[in-house]
């Protein structure tokens, strides 16, 4: 088992940086950390997303953009590998069932895969209903 982290930007390791949650969300989205998940689809659709916030339902898995038109199928994207027996257990904060936020100042991934954005589409239905009161639960 792995834990997954998504980008759009290669590195050889990941780094602790403070993350911005939107408005509404709880203040555990918002440390400075490195943010992994043991789900590699939610991984996917955090690093597929356009700019702007996202509305992500990870148990319909749906998804909605606030700039949908920004969105880049064939953007290239980096998926993280990280195992977590790695990682010291006091370095961990369970945000939920979806996010670890990571407090250690760097991680090696043990491997990463590139990926596009579109690949996206064969996990996730896209839906249209914007709504700025929607809350990114992706943080």
């Known amino acids: ?11 050889p390791k990941l780094k602790k940086r403070q993350a911005l949650a939107p408005p509404g969300r709880p203040p555990e ?9 043991p789900d590699f689809f939610f991984a996917l659709a955090c690093a597929a997303r356009p700019p702007g916030t996202s509305n992500i339902d990870l148990t319909e898995r749906t998804i909605c953009f606030q700039y949908p038109d920004q969105f880049e199928p064939d953007e290239t994207i980096y998926i993280y590998f990280v195992d977590p027996t790695k990682i010291s257990e006091d370095k961990k904060i369970y945000i939920d069932s ?3 936020a990571v407090t250690e100042d760097e991680i090696i991934p043990d491997k990463v895969e590139t990926y596009k954005s579109g ?5 996730y239905r896209v ?3 914007w709504d700025d009161s929607d809350q990114d639960i992706s943080g």
């Open 127 to 129: 839906i249209d209903n």
């Open 119 to 123: 690949d996206l589409l064969n996990y």
């Open 29 to 37: 989205e918002a440390l400075e950390a490195i943010y992994l998940t």
């Open 1 to 11: 088992m792995f834990l997954y982290h998504g980008s759009k930007q290669l590195f």
């Open 98 to 100: 979806f996010q670890i």
